[in-house]
């Protein structure tokens, strides 16, 4: 019997894989092997901007009133109040960042130094380096399979005699289960402050994300729904809170969130309320610092506002539309659509996929997805494997001092890592403000991919082993394939 060496048999199957792989037309074919891209016309670009916009700008620029002080100025004023009104309720507080407003609400309430504040695993970096500006340590939680937000019960099982706050995470589409997250504040006396970065107009029984707990966090950074390019909103429960977090964010002056008289600027009545605004510099309410709204990016948010709700009702009907589509296809599972979420939004659109169906896991998936021009990403990592998300490294205060909850090696929540590492997607918002076709290339390129499962995994397999070895004749093969055939000249990074 002739003996076949290893190296020989995965030659043999990596040629017939390949041979099959090359035997589709160019339209069956993916991008990423030679193939016919899905969508060649580029989605819509963000953020929509018209006349409005510059008009817009112009008037604050002309007004004289460029910054954020005397805090709140008029365009700040009228945004803070629209903002509330579209979201459903609370005390609205422009501040610079979406960031800060986490922060800053923690202090609104005392919660400070060697306090916890439960956050979920799965989540851009700064809802967990809030806490820490507070002073205040995050204790991440693992999150629930089913929305990818934070879960209750891993919530319930983190809380000890010092857990003070939770930060529930409304995620892409989706939101938190604030009923059995705002059960158990209750039950332990706990402040709920929602991260609502991806939740601008999303609802939960008729109320807006925001308004539920006792804090919601909005950012306007440039890729949110809603945007001023950078900004933040802090929804605050109460007047009082408000009234606190405005003097944070306004060096520690007594602030007053109320709207100035309309009058033209520089006028004697906006003078004189100058002139009261200076008087309070030494009334100091607290200790505070300067992370303001500008004008400039308030008039932009008013603009901002009146596009909104057209925006919103045309992503969830999209959205809609998509998850009809979705569900044609093998390997695919939708996150849970939870009834009591009555209206959704849409920052990214997230699903999962089943590696073992595609063949591959995520990142190969979105990588196939991307060179059939779709907008895509695999998500966040997990928290506790972040690399924006490093405390150790830096030489701050929390970390320092309480290192045990820094240790990383011995974390483990198997569902933000599933979620992370293998299966989650996140379509660009782009996506469904192309009409249905936008959405229909979208389901045409995944079930394109999906139904080209062996050469993906050759393709997949050719990468791991090149990493490895790209001595080894047959992967170098299919890596000189590979790159040779790469749409547009994109390489894939090996």
Request: hydrophobic share 40%; net charge neutral; proline share 6%.
């Amino acid at each position: 019997m002739q003996y076949i060496s290893d190296e020989k048999k995965s030659a043999n199957t990596f040629k017939k894989e390949l041979e099959i792989a090359q035997g589709r037309s160019a339209t069956d074919n993916l991008a990423s092997l030679g193939g016919t891209p899905v969508r060649t016309e580029p989605y819509p670009e963000w953020p929509i901007i018209d006349r409005r916009d510059v008009e817009a700008v112009t008037t604050a620029v002309e007004s004289g009133r460029w910054g954020g002080s005397p805090y709140p100025g008029a365009q700040t004023v009228a945004f803070a109040n629209k903002f509330a009104k579209m979201q459903g309720g609370g005390f609205a507080v422009p501040m610079v960042n979406g960031t800060v407003t986490m922060e800053v609400a923690l202090r609104a309430v005392s919660i400070g130094w060697g306090d916890e504040v439960i956050v979920p695993a799965y989540t851009f970096q700064a809802t967990a380096t809030a806490p820490m500006a507070a002073g205040a340590i995050p204790v991440i939680v693992d999150i629930d399979r089913n929305t990818y937000c934070i879960d209750p019960v891993a919530i319930e099982k983190a809380i000890t005699d010092k857990t003070r706050a939770i930060i529930p995470v409304h995620l892409g589409a989706q939101m938190a289960d604030m009923d059995a997250i705002m059960a158990i504040a209750e039950r332990h006396d706990l402040i709920v402050i929602e991260d609502c970065a991806h939740a601008h107009g999303a609802m939960w029984k008729g109320r807006g994300a925001g308004t539920i707990g006792h804090f919601g966090s909005f950012s306007f950074q440039s890729s949110k729904i809603l945007t001023t390019g950078e900004g933040g909103v802090l929804l605050c429960r109460t007047q009082e809170l408000a009234e606190r977090a405005a003097s944070i964010i306004n060096c520690g002056r007594p602030t007053q969130l109320q709207a100035p008289e309309a009058t033209p600027a520089n006028s004697n009545s906006q003078t004189v309320r100058a002139f009261m605004d200076l008087s309070n510099q030494e009334r100091v309410s607290t200790l505070g610092t300067n992370c303001r709204m500008t004008e400039i990016q308030a008039a932009l948010g008013n603009v901002a506002l009146e596009r909104f709700p057209e925006q919103v009702a045309q992503r969830e009907a999209m959205v809609n539309y998509l998850e009809e589509r979705l569900v044609e296809i093998p390997g695919i599972r939708l996150l849970k659509k939870d009834t009591r979420h009555s209206r959704r939004s849409f920052y990214k659109y997230i699903f999962a996929i089943e590696p073992k169906v595609f063949g591959a896991k995520h990142d190969a998936v979105c990588l196939a997805l991307y060179l059939e021009g779709i907008p895509c990403w695999t998500g966040y990592p997990a928290m506790h494997r972040y690399d924006l998300f490093q405390p150790k490294l830096s030489r701050l205060p929390v970390p320092s001092a309480f290192p045990q909850y820094f240790d990383f090696k011995a974390m483990s929540f198997p569902e933000a890592e599933r979620a992370s590492q293998h299966e989650a997607v996140w379509l660009d918002e782009s996506v469904v403000r192309a009409d249905k076709q936008g959405v229909d290339d979208v389901v045409k390129a995944i079930a394109k991919i999906q139904a080209n499962t062996v050469p993906l995994a050759v393709a997949n397999t050719a990468k791991k082993l090149a990493v490895k070895s790209l001595q080894f004749k047959p992967v170098r093969a299919l890596v000189d394939f590979y790159v040779s055939q790469s749409d547009k000249g994109l390489r894939p990074s090996f």
